[in-house]
């Protein structure tokens, strides 16, 4: 419609988990400087920002500075909630859009950087991976709509939100994207929006440096059900929750690699034609949880409910010699297996865990009519031990449980079959 851009941005590489480490050492009482975070903004303002904003910048950025030592000061013994998201925003996706804002002055351009003062993203409750409220942000739209309608381009801080009663939340890893997404369903009944993520490398059938030697291919198109797939499964080209918000709202995603912005992807409701098996991906530290049939009930209600995880999987219940029914679970992500044993055997004592594990999943909406992709699949890995499969080709995915150290091996020899797999059934 002639407006925008809103442009959404994330903190540099490295600074939030620079930040993380810091904030602990704080809970530790052993106080990490917060120098050479802010000496990344250093440099980059003098690189980029020029003329008469060089001294403003600095001005902000000493400022920005003294309100994340502020945030950390009030650390003790936990760096988590709402300290924790503060202390994230104020010294990463905050200081990083300010600076932004002042790098478009330079090169003559008209930004509004919103503050924390007025937030337009509203979330629930959940400090750190909170979910944004489409109707309580709704009441705010104005805050992005005014300096629109003034020609301006909106400089939107990612990751963060600010909960009813103004406090920050954070949107979960790789949160910038949910913002853009966000942003992009809140004005989409105003506006004809458009929904461009920048990332640092195109979508591709597998990871170079997994399939070294071999020819990837450009993924033109995915689904919404293939992208969230792939998504969980282990592609971190886009984060999870903004797939499944862009789902809910119909709103098409394109992604365009900074360097190749020619090879851009985009993520819709439907993609016509296209491959069986779009692409492979694989991930490291899985775990598969056993544990009593009749206990585990009230273990998967209150990780769905209570817990809001979606990263793991029911594999099913198996009756054991002795009569007892056990039921298992792929979690996808052991670090919280091995930081909440102790509460899990709450549920059953005698469960068991296999850590050590990870998971290569075809993915393809076409699968589904596309029989025989899981033997040639499971035929270019004859000397891998696959410790469980699950074959639900419906379900856009055909998964492969094996020891974590053969997770890059396997993807490897199915990317090599990957020309057989998308042959076009009869």
Known sequence: DGCGPI????????????????GESYAQACQLSLDPVFEVYDRLAG????????????EDLANFKALTQATLDAVNKRFSGNLKARTLTLGGELAMSMLMSYILKSHELDPCNLSMKEWPIVTDDNFEDALPNYESSKKRLHILINPLEEDKVVVLAGFLGITADGLETILGRGGSDLTAVFASCLLKDVYAV??????????????PKIVRGQKTEHVNA??????????????KIVQSPA????????????VVPIDEPKMQSIIKAEASGGEVVKCLTGKSGCAILSMNDEKSRSFEDSLRIWERR??????GAETMETGERIRDFLFLDSDFLKKNEEKI???DEAMRINYGLGVVTLIGDRMKDSPGVASLAISAISGINIKRGIFAPHTSQIILVVEEKNVNVTVAAIHQKKQELNKTPN
């Open 194 to 207: 458009k929904t461009l993520l920048y990332k640092d490398v195109p979508v591709q059938s597998a990871d």
């Open 310 to 315: 979606n990263d793991f999987m029911d594999l």
């Open 47 to 58: 690189l980029y920002v020029k003329g008469k904003w060089a001294k403003e910048v600095q």
């Open 222 to 235: 995915l689904t919404y059900n293939e992208a969230h797939k792939a998504s969980m499964m282990g592609m």
């Open 243 to 254: 797939i499944a918000m862009a789902r809910r709202f119909d709103q098409s995603l394109i």
């Open 7 to 22: 442009a959404v941005f994330s903190a540099p590489i490295g600074i939030t988990d620079a930040l993380i480490k810091i």
């Open 345 to 347: 055997k709450g549920f």
